[in-house]
């Protein structure tokens, strides 16, 4: 199985580029490949290239690729201001919550202090 789930934050007039590749070889019947990129847009000129690819040469295989990419929900957003928190920290909070469904997944405890760091 090959499962692969990227997350990026963007801002201010930044560029993103995702190119990912998930190679199914011809004898690797029953495989199961996800690749899932998701990436927050935070401002207008914030951009991001994405191109999620499979490459399958077995028949019998589950498979999927997919890609997102967006603002903040506004919503979250009105429910964590209208609670007392302030418009900064709220952001933080949500940005938070959207990159540790990717750091939750990390076992490797030195890896995962590392990224979490890089916030």
Avoid: W
Wanted: hydrophobic share 35%.
């Amino acid at each position: 199985m090959s499962q692969q789930q990227v997350r990026g934050v963007i801002d201010d007039n930044a560029q993103g580029v995702f190119q990912g590749k998930i190679h199914i070889h011809p004898n690797a019947q029953q495989t199961q490949g996800y690749q899932l990129h998701k990436a927050l847009l935070l401002s207008d000129n914030a951009h991001i290239d994405v191109k999620p690819e499979l490459e399958i040469y077995a028949d019998d295989v589950k498979c999927s690729h997919g890609s997102t990419s967006g603002d903040l929900n506004q919503d979250e957003l009105f429910y964590l201001r209208s609670r007392g928190i302030d418009e900064h920290t709220a952001r933080q909070i949500l940005i938070s919550a959207f990159l540790d469904t990717v750091f939750n997944d990390i076992s490797n405890t030195d890896i995962k202090e590392f990224l979490t760091h890089l916030r």
